[in-house]
Structures are given as structure tokens and as C-alpha cells.
């Protein structure tokens, strides 16, 4: 099961912040946090991983709260291409006897509004 | 540089019938997954390759299913006896998985084969 929960569907005007939570209040201290989205009729995209401190890439920023419960996804500036099922996923990290398989829940519907 | 790709991108098939589904994992990645989606359900694992160790096939739903990897690259995913439940989209990923540790094994994603089972 995963061992994560999001909300099912959230809205967000074009150009505005889109901030997706997350809640993992079982994370192991080995366990990352990684996001996907999934566009339509495509295949999951990765977009950005963490341990504990709060990282940014050229997609998205992602802040880990201190006693690592739980994070939030952050598109600066979403536009209509966002519009996709983003997925919070906790994992092991390499060096795991799990085969580091992805275990991928109902994940968040962002839909970006003209 | 080249994505994975899978082939074929379409696949529809009567129930009973075998069929095989490709996938070209990125070149150098070491680790290789099947996952598969059916309609309104979310992503499941199905199987894991790494390197030359045994295949993980915890996610396999049924002896129907089987997949090889040849030469650490190419991987074949068949069903056989085809059930209209195994009607879904059928998605693989590659990473560059490093048993000793470091964070070079974030998974890609190939765009998948739509399968359809009449």
C-alpha cells in the first residue's frame, strides 16, 4: 500500500503558485520523497526528490516540513500543460532490499484554469 | 538523448491469445521496471530487472505473466492466454541503480503500450 496520501483533486488559476500536499506520517528516516505527475496518455514524468531539506529544480520546488510528515509541491507559475495527476511516493533509497520499485498511490488531479 | 521506448504503442489482441510487449530502457541504465495501469486504477509493479541478479517478480499477477531481460538491455514483457482483465497500459522504466548507495536511480518512464483484450 502506499504510504502516502494526497488530495484526490485540486484547481489552480494559470500563473498563479500551484501548491500540491502531501501527507507521509510513517516515513522511515532512510525513506525519500519523490514526485511524478502523469499528463494524460503519457507516461509518469519524475519531477523532483528530497530526504530532508527542501529542494528546487527547474520544474518545481519541494519543502519537507522539519519532522519530514509531510511536504508540499510547489509550481511556481503553473500553466495549462501542468494540468496532469501529480503523485507523492516514499521510497527507499538506493542500497535497499526492496528493489527500490515505486509503490504509486491515487495521486493529486491539478487542474490549471485559464 | 533517446528516452525508453516501448513497442507496440497499440495493442489489441482476442482473449486467449499471447502476447509480447517490448521495451528499450535508457542506454547505461542498469535497472529496469514493469508497471502496469488499468482504466481508472492507479500504477502497479509488476516485475524488476537489475543488472545480472534475479528478477524481482513480487508484482506479477498471475503465471500468465513473465518477462526477460536479454543482454541488460531490451526486456520482454509476455502475457499468455490473455484475459480481458489484463486489458491496461503497460509501462516501463529504467534507472541507473546503484546498489551501493547514491541517489542515481530515479526511474523513467517509457509512454507505455496500450493493451486491449477483446
Known amino acids: 500500500d502506499a504510504k502516502t496520501t494526497q488530495p484526490p483533486s485540486m484547481d489552480c488559476a494559470e500563473g498563479r503558485a500551484a501548491n500540491l500536499p502531501c501527507n507521509h506520517s510513517?516515513?522511515?528516516?532512510?525513506?525519500?520523497v519523490y514526485w511524478y505527475r502523469q499528463i494524460h496518455s503519457q507516461g509518469p514524468q519524475y519531477i523532483i526528490h528530497g530526504l530532508k531539506n527542501n529542494e528546487t529544480n527547474e520544474m518545481a520546488s519541494l519543502i519537507i516540513t522539519e519532522d519530514r510528515k509531510s511536504s508540499t509541491l510547489i509550481l511556481p507559475h503553473a500553466t495549462l500543460r501542468d494540468t496532469a495527476v501529480y503523485y507523492c511516493?516514499?521510497?527507499?533509497?538506493?542500497?535497499?532490499?526492496?528493489?527500490?520499485?515505486?509503490?504509486f498511490g491515487q495521486g493529486t488531479e491539478l487542474s490549471v484554469k485559464p | 538523448g533517446a528516452g525508453v521506448s516501448q513497442s507496440p504503442s497499440n495493442k489489441v489482441t482476442e482473449k486467449g491469445k499471447d502476447v509480447e510487449l517490448r521495451c528499450d530502457p535508457i542506454?547505461?541504465?542498469?535497472?529496469l521496471y514493469w508497471y502496469r495501469q488499468s482504466l481508472g486504477q492507479g500504477l502497479e509493479f509488476l516485475i524488476y530487472f537489475q543488472g545480472n541478479s534475479a528478477p524481482d517478480k513480487s508484482g506479477l499477477p498471475s503465471d500468465r505473466f513473465s518477462a526477460e531481460r536479454t543482454g541488460g538491455s531490451v526486456s520482454t514483457l509476455t502475457i499468455q492466454r490473455t484475459q480481458q482483465e489484463d486489458s491496461a497500459v503497460y509501462l516501463c522504466a529504467s534507472s541507473f541503480r546503484r546498489l551501493a548507495g547514491g541517489q542515481r536511480d530515479t526511474q523513467y518512464f517509457g509512454p507505455g503500450t496500450r493493451l486491449t483484450v477483446l
Open positions: 510513517t516515513i522511515s528516516g532512510n525513506e525519500y
Open positions: 542506454s547505461g541504465h542498469t535497472a
Open positions: 511516493i516514499v521510497r527507499v533509497g538506493s542500497g535497499d532490499n526492496q528493489g527500490g520499485k515505486l509503490i
